[in-house]
């Protein structure tokens, strides 16, 4: 059972690469859907539907010739950015922006955004001031908490820190993120 | 925890990708490199006699095509069932049954089989789930992980509702469906956050 949820665990915080996969099916299968078709014209003997693939190929073996150089430069540039972009994704590691949350007997993960807006939460009761001063950024291993305060009100910093610590103890993540908090220099008013 | 196959994804969106980058550094090297265009046509062109030639030569009938375009037509026609399949493989997986036992001699003697659907864990989760005021959405869906079946719990908070304690309730409910099931599946629970989470309001009373 345990070594299942870790799989399971495993597969959630990683990408499955699902949709540049379907993608690139969809992409390649009409290509070579129309190259389908135009072979079997050509080899019932009828005319082309666009191109007669002997014709391509042709002009294909010709090629700086019969085009212009920037078109072609500006198809091999593009053609070679798309290449790339399959390339990351075919070898970056893909994580998802999740945590896990340690359970014997489920299988856990919460999206960072999750994580987010429950310390801003956390944060705003601590600091005393409204949702729109507290902006919480979440990543793998940081939380970096962002406070406006009100103008003419003093926040403690040692304080938010702790409440958002406290939260953070409380949620058991994997793997524990360590808390910055910055206070801005200018305050707000009317709010 | 779907049937995806990754594996074969990044597998062949690696071989996409190298096939498409050299082909574009290839046509920017036609484009750019006057030496490169001569070494192309110097030799593709006696390729494309040859191929016409093939061509000329595998006449069917006389006007008619050559066979060489059907063996190129099938190549194609299975790359088409290949994409067409590995489209129909992602996200599959969904399974409708959650647990089954045959009746043997040794047990009670009773001929037969019991079979528990997913729809029993899904619909309890769910209606359990649905009535708290702090989710906005529920989702229960049930996947063979491995050949053995595993719940996926999606649960949308509202902002602002700690992860931990909507987990701890969650695991208390599936606490109480493998008691009253007598059988344990494996349960995933993922918490994440949709465009209406982020346009309705947040949680200020509890």
């Not at chain 1, 793997?175 to 009317?190: R, W």
Request: aromatic share 4%; hydrophobic share 50%.
């Amino acid at each position: 059972m345990s070594e299942l949820i870790g799989r399971i665990l495993k597969r959630e915080r990683h990408s499955s690469r699902a949709p540049l996969s379907v993608a690139a099916a969809m992409v390649i299968g009409l290509l070579a859907v129309y190259g389908l078709l135009e072979a079997v014209l050509r080899a019932v003997g009828q005319r082309p539907w666009l191109i007669d693939p002997l014709t391509a190929a042709r002009r294909l073996a010709r090629l700086p010739e019969g085009i212009s150089p920037v078109l072609l430069g500006a198809i091999g540039v593009l053609l070679a950015l798309l290449g790339l972009v399959c390339l990351g994704h075919a070898f970056l590691p893909g994580r998802r922006a999740r945590h896990t949350i340690a359970d014997p007997r489920l299988a856990i993960v919460v999206d960072d955004e999750v994580i987010a807006s429950a310390l801003a939460r956390r944060a705003r009761l601590a600091a005393g001031v409204t949702r729109e001063q507290v902006i919480v950024v979440v990543s793998t291993k940081a939380v970096q908490v962002n406070v406006r305060p009100t103008s003419g009100i003093p926040l403690d910093e040692s304080h938010i820190r702790a409440a958002v610590e406290d939260e953070l103890e409380q949620m058991a993540l994997e793997p524990a993120p360590d808390v910055t908090v910055n206070l801005s220099g200018s305050g707000v008013i009317g709010v | 925890m779907n049937g995806t196959p990754r594996a074969v994804n990044r597998v062949v969106l690696a071989i996409a990708g190298l096939v498409l980058l050299a082909l574009g550094a290839a046509l920017a090297a036609l484009a750019v490199v006057p030496a490169a265009g001569r070494l192309w046509q110097d030799w593709a062109g006696p390729q494309m006699g040859r191929l016409s030639g093939l061509a000329a030569r595998t006449r069917l009938a006389p006007g008619g095509g050559s066979w060489i375009w059907l063996v190129v037509a099938a190549c194609l026609l299975v790359l088409v069932i290949f994409m067409v399949s590995w489209v129909a493989n992602q996200g599959k997986g969904r399974t409708n049954v959650l647990f089954q036992r045959q009746g043997t001699a040794a047990d009670d003697g009773a001929a037969g089989k019991v079979v528990l659907s997913t729809a029993v864990a899904e619909q309890s989760l769910k209606a359990a789930l649905l009535e708290r005021g702090d989710l906005l959405g529920v989702s229960v869906t049930s996947y063979a992980f491995r050949g053995q079946p595993a719940v996926r719990v999606r649960v949308l908070p509202r902002q602002g509702v700690a992860p931990h304690e909507v987990a701890a309730d969650i695991a208390s409910l599936v606490d109480a469906l493998d008691a009253l099931l007598g059988v344990q599946v494996p349960v995933l629970v993922s918490l994440g956050s949709g465009t209406r989470a982020r346009f309705t309001k947040a949680e200020r009373v509890r």
